[in-house]
C-alpha cells in the first residue's frame, strides 16, 4: 500500500488519465459509496433511527421544538433537550415523504457528500490514487457510525468546517465571518459541533503561534471568526444548556453500558486497527512530518476513539483532512494542486446524471422493513392493540420501535434524559435481576414485556408467577402478565 502511495505521486497531474482519475475520484467513488449506502439495510439497524424519526413528526406536527419528554410512560413531561432536532425534522421529512427509501436516501446522500468533500481536499496535495488510499482508510474508521442517524448525517457539516479552516491557513488568513454560520447549523444538527469549535479554536492557537507569519490583522479575523462561532453555538432553542448538553452527556457515568459508547475492543480485528496501522505504517516510511497543534488535534480524537466507538467517525473524517498536506510534501509535493473540487463542463454533467440515476433508483425500489434486531415487526404485530396502550417493559433496543410505533417505552435510546440513575436501574433490569424487575413492574403497574430472547430479562420473566410467554422469534419475545 504504501508504494502505492509512492507511485501515484509521480503520474504526472496534467495528462489525460489524471483527469479521468479526478472525475473517478470526485464523482464516481462518491457516487458509487452513497448509491450502496442508500440500498444497504444496515443503515438501519439502529434503534434510535425510530424514536429520531417519531420526533421528526411530532416536531411537524405540532410546529415546535419539545422541551419535555412526550413519548415515554416513565418520564413524559419531564425536561428534554432535543439537541438534534433540525436533523430529527430532516429525517422525518424523507419518512413522509418517500419512506424507508426516503431515509436511507439521506443517508446515502450524506455519504456521498462527505465523500465528495474529503476527495476534493485531498486532492490539493495527492494524487488521485494516494487520495483514494487515504479515504478508504478514513472511512474504515468511520464506517461503524454509518447509519441513519444525526451523528452520521452531520459528518459532511465537519468535513466542509475543517476544510475551510484549514483553507485559511495555508493562505495566511482568517476564515470568512460567514463560515460561521454553518456552526449556528451544526448546532442545531447534532451536539458535536463542540468539537468544530474546538477544531477552531485549535487552528486560531496555530495561527497565533505560526511566528514567521505572525501579522495582527490575520490574528484579529481568527478572534472575531471564534466569537462569531460561539455566538452561532448558542443559535438553538436551547441556548446556553444547549453547549454544555455533550459535556454533560460524556460526564454520565452510565454511559459503558450502551455499546457506542464502549471502547473498541482490539481482542478482534477492527476497521479502526486496520487504519490506524496502515496510516502508521505510511506515515513512518515515508517520514511524514506534522506541526505540534495538528498533532494534538489528532491526538485528542484517537483518544475519544479509544474511549467510545462513537467518536471513530470524527477520526475517520478529519485525519485523512490534516494528514493531506504533510503526506503530501512527503511524497515530493511542494505546492498544493489549485484544481480542488473543479471538473470540466463535461464531467461535471456527467456526474450530475449519475447522481440523478442513483436517486431514481432508490426511489423506485421498494423497501420494505423486516424483523432486526432493533425492529421486532412481527412480534409487535401480535400484540393486541389494547395490550399495547399498556404500560410495557422493554429491550433498551427496542424502546425506539415502539416510540416510531406510538407506544410509550419504558425505556429508549435517550439516555441523556433518563439519567444515570434510571439507566443504571434498567440495566440490571435487562440482565434479569429480580428484585429490580419486580420494583419496575410493581411500580409503573406494568402488563406486558417485549426484549430480546438472549436478554436474561426474558428468562427472568418467564419464571416469574404470573407472566406467560405470549409470542417469540428469533428477535423479540412478547410476554403477558395475567390479570
Not at 47 to 54: L, M, N, P, S
Not at 432 to 450: E, F, L, N, P, V
Request: with cysteine; aromatic share 8%; charged share 15%.
Amino acid at each position: 500500500m504504501t508504494a502505492a502511495f509512492a507511485i501515484a505521486d509521480r503520474v504526472p497531474s496534467a495528462d489525460a488519465s489524471e483527469a479521468r482519475a479526478r472525475f473517478l475520484v470526485l464523482c464516481v467513488i462518491p457516487i458509487a459509496l452513497g448509491a450502496g449506502l442508500s440500498f444497504a439495510p444496515q443503515v438501519l439497524n439502529d434503534g434510535d433511527t425510530f424514536w429520531h424519526i417519531g420526533a421528526g413528526r411530532w416536531m411537524l406536527a405540532h410546529g415546535t421544538v419539545p422541551a419535555t419528554d412526550p413519548f415515554s410512560f416513565t418520564f413524559v413531561g419531564r425536561p428534554w433537550m432535543a439537541h438534534e432536532w433540525l436533523t430529527e425534522v430532516g429525517m422525518a421529512g424523507a419518512y413522509l415523504a418517500a419512506g424507508w427509501r426516503g431515509v436511507m436516501l439521506l443517508t446515502g446522500l450524506g455519504a456521498g457528500v462527505l465523500t465528495a468533500l474529503m476527495a476534493g481536499w485531498l486532492l490539493r496535495w495527492l494524487s488521485p490514487l494516494s487520495a483514494t488510499l487515504a479515504i478508504a482508510l478514513g472511512l474504515a474508521c468511520a464506517a461503524p457510525g454509518m447509519l441513519a442517524r444525526p451523528h452520521f448525517l452531520v459528518l459532511p457539516v465537519l468535513a466542509l468546517w475543517t476544510t475551510q479552516l484549514m483553507d485559511a491557513r495555508q493562505r495566511g488568513r482568517a476564515p470568512p465571518p460567514a463560515l460561521a454560520l454553518a456552526m449556528a447549523l451544526w448546532a442545531n444538527l447534532h451536539s458535536s459541533f463542540i468539537v468544530g469549535l474546538l477544531i477552531a479554536g485549535a487552528f486560531a492557537l496555530e495561527a497565533a503561534l505560526d511566528l514567521r507569519a505572525w501579522r495582527l490583522r490575520p490574528l484579529a479575523g481568527w478572534a472575531a471568526f471564534l466569537g462569531l462561532s460561539a455566538l452561532a453555538a448558542l443559535a438553538t432553542p436551547h441556548g446556553l444548556a444547549g453547549v454544555a448538553f455533550p459535556l454533560q452527556v460524556l460526564d454520565m457515568k452510565t454511559l459503558g453500558v450502551i455499546a457506542e459508547w464502549q471502547p473498541p475492543d482490539f481482542m478482534k480485528p477492527t476497521t479502526l486497527e486496520v487504519a490506524l496501522l496502515a496510516g502508521l505504517v505510511i506515515a513512518f516510511w515515508r517520514g511524514v512530518k506534522l506541526g505540534a497543534v495538528r498533532a494534538a488535534i489528532l491526538a485528542g480524537l484517537l483518544h475519544m476513539s479509544l474511549q467510545h466507538v462513537r467518536q471513530e467517525v470524527l477520526l475517520g473524517v478529519v485525519a485523512p483532512l490534516i494528514l493531506a498536506e504533510p503526506l503530501g510534501r512527503a511524497l515530493g509535493r511542494t505546492e498544493p494542486n489549485t484544481g480542488g473540487w473543479r471538473l470540466p463542463a463535461p464531467q461535471a454533467a456527467l456526474g450530475l446524471v449519475l447522481v440523478g440515476l442513483a436517486v431514481m433508483a432508490r426511489l423506485v425500489v421498494p423497501e420494505l422493513r423486516v424483523d432486526g434486531p432493533t425492529a421486532p415487526v412481527s412480534a409487535f404485530a401480535h400484540v393486541a392493540p389494547a395490550l399495547r396502550a399498556q404500560p410495557v417493559l422493554n429491550d433498551y433496543d427496542f424502546g425506539g420501535y415502539l416510540i416510531f410505533q406510538g407506544v410509550r417505552p419504558y425505556i429508549d435510546g435517550r439516555a441523556d434524559m433518563y439519567g444515570d440513575a434510571f439507566v443504571s436501574d434498567d440495566d440490571q433490569i435487562q440482565r434479569g435481576a429480580q428484585g429490580a424487575m419486580i420494583r419496575a413492574i410493581d411500580r409503573y403497574h406494568i402488563r406486558w414485556a417485549i426484549v430480546r430472547p438472549d436478554r436474561p430479562l426474558a428468562a427472568a420473566l418467564a419464571r416469574t408467577p404470573g407472566w406467560k410467554r405470549a409470542y417469540a422469534d428469533p428477535y423479540a419475545v412478547v410476554l403477558v402478565k395475567g390479570e
